[in-house]
């Protein structure tokens, strides 16, 4: 499967624990997106790399979120002291060119109880 | 800031019945993403539309964009029951314009 792959898929944690998240972006993809979304609503931006540069993040990315892409391939988004707000499918999504298509990954369901 | 509005939010409609989605953007763009949403997966991309008075169509679906109304709509055609899924349009924003925008999608349900 050559898809975007996102793990893990679900991942429940305690209020005030970090998570970490990952993303495998389709290979000759440059473009890697993160998107939160929770229910009833649409994704919603938190941050973007051309490579391994970070290039945009929303406001919605606070202090508390990191994200990282080294050397231009997978990605991770960490989440410190995570909070119940948090509580959301986390999706990445990559694309060749920002003309282009973004496919999305199946996303992490994140709990934070 | 940019918003991108679609209506109906909801949609139930019977097999064989024609429907439209719309689909408004608030500030100007020369593109937009079509995507549908199966309860529990992720987006698969429908169609992606580069130009004022693009057309788009696949199976019983067809997407449209009038940029100057800032207008794109989602047509179905004697739908069946495995269109029933969330559609979402998207619209290119952020502070350099590679944030996709998403509305707040509309959830079709077609029944018998």
């Known amino acids: 499967d050559t898809g975007v792959s996102q793990n893990p898929r679900h991942k429940i944690t305690k209020r005030g624990q970090n998570v970490t998240f990952r993303c495998d972006p389709i290979?000759?993809?440059?473009?890697l997106y993160w998107y939160r979304q929770t229910l009833g609503q649409g994704p919603e931006f938190l941050t973007y790399?051309?490579?391994?540069?970070?290039?945009?993040k929303s406001r919605l990315l606070s202090d508390r979120f990191s994200a990282e892409r080294p050397k231009g391939s997978f990605s991770t988004l960490e989440i410190q002291r995570t909070e119940q707000g948090d509580s959301a499918m986390y999706l990445c999504?990559?694309?060749?060119?920002?003309?282009?298509?973004?496919?999305f990954g199946q996303g992490t369901r994140l709990t934070v109880v | 800031e940019l918003k991108v509005e679609q209506n109906p939010l909801f949609l139930s409609m019977q097999e064989g019945k024609n429907y439209t989605i719309y689909c408004n953007y608030s500030?100007?763009?020369?593109?937009l993403y079509w995507y549908r949403q199966d309860p529990g997966k992720s987006l698969e991309s429908l169609f992606v539309?580069?130009?004022?008075?693009a057309v788009k169509q696949e199976g019983r679906l067809m997407a449209s964009l009038d940029t100057k109304a800032r207008l794109s709509t989602l047509h179905i055609t004697a739908a069946v029951h495995d269109l029933s899924a969330t559609y979402f349009c998207?619209?290119?924003?952020?502070?350099?314009?590679?944030?996709?925008?998403f509305g707040k999608g509309t959830t079709l349900s077609v029944s018998s």
């Open positions: 998207a619209v290119p924003g952020g502070q350099a314009g590679t944030a996709l925008i």
């Open positions: 539309l580069l130009s004022n008075g």
């Open positions: 290979s000759e993809h440059n473009r």
């Open positions: 790399f051309q490579n391994e540069a970070q290039l945009e």
């Open positions: 500030t100007t763009s020369d593109r």
């Open positions: 999504a990559s694309s060749f060119h920002d003309r282009r298509r973004a496919f």
